[in-house]
T-cell receptor
Framework: SQQGEEDPQALSIQEGENATMNCSYK?????LQWYRQNSGRGLVHLIL?????REKHSGRLRVTLDTSKKSSSLLITASRAADTASYFC???????????FGAGTQVVVTP | DVKVTQSSRYLVKRTGEKVFLECVQD?????MFWYRQDPGLGLRLIYF???????EKGDIPEGYSVSREKKERFSLILESASTNQTSMYLC??????????FGPGTRLTVT
């Protein structure tokens, strides 16, 4: 069953603009992770935020987590054409490290 | 760098054939996962393994089985391939409770 739901489903922006996508989930979690997938390839881990954290940064990425609203956001600042990809949120809730993925947000950055 | 490899990038099989998809990781991770990815559905977990010879069903195990005889290798088996198993198959590994490292994926077509 899908736990995370990303919004929007698709996003088109120009280089230099910021891209924001949101993820909502339904049940309690241990952590929330964001992954990127370039067309037809495997997923690449971007950032992990634990349930007791509210915000995390990594380079041009900023992730927030609001456990009271069961939601997270991923902000990509100063986007580049190379950021064109699908972005997935995934929630982890058990000790095995199993993840539940959302359907993803497709981001297109035009030069 | 963690490396997860999958035996084939593209595979075409006939209905009723037995299909083996292999995944190898080189980082001594305890956990390994098999997902299938379909448009609009995100990634769905088929099976995972937390140790050699140990396996657990994921969300959609029907029609699949797995084998983990060595820590670095996790195989997905389609006992009798059907057209509704046409999909992208992704393998991942992780140390327990942390981010997952994905292979490049196998795009399987069953005709």
């Amino acid at each position: 069953s899908q736990q995370g739901e990303e919004d929007p489903q698709a996003l088109s922006i120009q280089e230099g603009e910021n891209a924001t996508m949101n993820c909502s989930y339904k049940t309690s979690i241990n952590n929330l992770q964001w992954y990127r997938q370039n067309s037809g390839r495997g997923l690449v881990h971007l950032i992990l935020i634990r349930s007791n954290e509210r915000e995390k940064h990594s380079g041009r990425l900023r992730v927030t987590l609001d456990t009271s609203k069961k939601s997270s956001s991923l902000l990509i600042t100063a986007s580049r054409a190379a950021d064109t990809a699908s972005y997935f949120c995934a929630t982890g809730a058990d000790s095995w490290g199993k993840l539940q993925f959302g359907a993803g947000t497709q981001v297109v950055v035009t030069p | 760098d963690v490396k997860v490899t999958q035996s084939s990038r593209y595979l075409v099989k006939r209905t009723g054939e037995k299909v083996f998809l292999e995944c190898v990781q080189d980082m001594d991770h305890e956990n390994m996962f098999w997902y299938r990815q379909d448009p609009g559905l995100g990634l769905r977990l088929i099976y995972f393994s937390y140790d050699v010879k140990m396996k657990e069903k994921g969300d959609i195990p029907e029609g699949y089985s797995v084998s983990r005889e060595k820590k670095e290798r996790f195989s997905l088996i389609l006992e009798s391939a059907s057209t509704n198993q046409t999909s992208m198959y992704l393998c991942a590994s992780s140390p327990t409770g942390e981010e997952q490292y994905f292979g490049p994926g196998t795009r399987l077509t069953v005709t």
